[in-house]
């Protein structure tokens, strides 16, 4: 837990109590807040007083009288039914900002020699944060790791008088609640179509994701991939006060090639060996990492062989189990088309699980890689639409309705197949029409199929 000791004695309003806003109170009350809390979820609200706790409804006060607001990321304003409240503070200029910038503001304030690593993305983000923590600490360094990642927010963080370094996962949504950001190295994976009902336009959501590096100065290193054509084009348009990394992939042969350049230097890197990370993760993932090391000073030489150890996230091309012929594999953190893209390049003979909320564009943008998919088992809101797509590709599919109809249909069918075969859930959509989050869809599929699988492997002994 961070103490946040640059708002002593000054009141604040924390609007979600959600990870990041309950961390935010207990914070900024061991730091000497004054804190005032609130939640629109009667569910929420009930749990917070059976705690103990005395809530603030934002209707019974005037924002005047707070130092901050600090809102959860997950709050639309434009949809919040405290949008008034929200806008009063703007229209007032009430600081409105994140856990993320609490936290910044608490390092600033205290003068730490703390490494702060930030990165965002469309996809590829907590892969990334993982990994370069995962052979940071097997290089025996002091890390920690959070933000948009996992259950553990930035205020969670241990911020001793040691030298630490912090990898902090940054969504759209509290990049735009952090205006004051300044870490010692930003990255930027790649953008790609999403968060459009959210922030309006495709332009919006473009500036959003560079304001990472808005307040970067000679002193910090930015990074940004060349292989997502909107990153490539921005770099050419956009002033960096910050030293510039921008990396690419390129395939030599069967080499794959992670390719750095910074400061006019080209450095290349062979990293065809690291064959079990590319199994778990893209290798975009791959050279973005090295990208960061590479900006901290550390040698590839000093930790490639720490890449073969890496295991990947949860529900992020997870190998779940085999049967028969069939491999099963949960991508359920796939939650648009662009982050189904690297799965269906990474199987083959696939029989793909999909669908949900769909975001901006669908499908639509992947339909090159269709190549593998024997057939598509469509589930949630979004069935008919991703079924004209399909269609249009020529894909077989069926409309399953829920995701234990699919995995039964799918299994059904690859077991017919002759070949090695799996059964990829990708769903390529949001999961907020059928669960509350990706995590719970995920392991829905698993339990799912280790049932099924179970049953079926029972039912062969008895005949």
């Known amino acids: 837990m961070v103490p946040l000791t640059h708002r002593k004695n000054q009141k604040i309003f924390v609007l979600g109590l959600g990870l990041s806003g309950n961390s935010a109170i207990r914070a900024l009350e061991k730091g000497g807040s004054i804190v005032s809390a609130w939640d629109d979820d009667d569910l929420v609200r009930n749990n917070y007083i059976e705690s103990g706790r005395n809530l603030t409804n934002p209707k019974d006060i005037s924002i005047e009288d707070f130092n901050a607001l600090i809102l959860s990321p997950g709050i639309d304003i434009k949809k919040s039914l405290q949008r008034d409240f929200i806008c009063d503070a703007r229209k007032k200029k009430i600081p409105i900002i994140s856990d993320i910038q609490l936290f910044m503001d608490e390092v600033s304030h205290r003068g730490s020699e703390n490494k702060i690593i930030m990165l965002t993305g469309t996809n590829g983000k907590s892969t990334t944060a993982m990994m370069i923590y995962h052979i940071l600490k097997k290089l025996g360094k002091k890390v920690q790791v959070g933000g948009n990642i996992g259950t553990r927010g930035v205020l969670d963080f241990d911020l001793s008088n040691e030298a630490i370094t912090f990898i902090i996962e940054l969504s759209s949504y509290q990049i735009e609640l952090s205006p004051n950001i300044k870490p010692d190295i930003a990255m930027l994976l790649n953008i790609s179509p999403d968060h459009l009902d959210r922030h309006g336009s ?170 593998q998919i024997k057939k598509a088992y469509l589930i949630g809101e979004s069935a008919v639409s991703l079924g004209k797509t399909l269609s249009n590709s020529k894909i077989d599919y069926e409309n399953c309705l829920t995701l234990r109809n699919a995995v039964k249909k799918s299994t059904d069918d690859a077991e017919k197949s002759r070949s090695e075969v799996t059964v990829l859930f990708s769903p390529s959509c949001a999961s907020f029409d059928q669960y509350k989050n990706f995590e719970e869809r995920g392991m829905e599929f698993v339990a799912i199929v280790r049932k099924l699988v179970k049953e079926r492997n029972e039912n062969k002994q008895i005949n």
């Open 202 to 371: 495709m332009r919006k959501y473009i500036n959003i994701k560079f304001d990472i590096f808005k307040q970067q100065d000679k002193n910090d290193i930015s990074i940004i991939s060349l292989d997502s054509d909107i990153t490539s084009d921005e770099i050419k348009k956009r002033h960096f006060k910050s030293n510039l990394i921008s990396y690419r992939n390129d395939v030599m042969g069967e080499s794959e090639i992670a390719e750095l350049n910074f400061n006019g230097e080209v450095i290349k890197f062979d990293i065809h060996s690291q064959s079990n990370a590319c199994l778990v993760s893209h290798p975009s993932n791959i050279t973005a990492c090295i990208a960061c090391l590479h900006a901290m000073g550390i040698d590839f030489e000093s930790y490639q062989l720490h890449f073969d150890s890496f295991r990947g996230l949860n529900h992020r091309t997870e190998f779940i189990q085999k049967y028969k012929n069939i491999q099963y594999i949960n991508d359920s953190k796939a939650t648009n088309a662009d982050a189904t893209k690297q799965a269906l390049t990474s199987y083959k003979n696939i029989y793909w699980i999909l669908g949900g909320k769909e975001k901006y564009g669908g499908i639509s943008g992947i339909t090159g890689y269709f190549s």
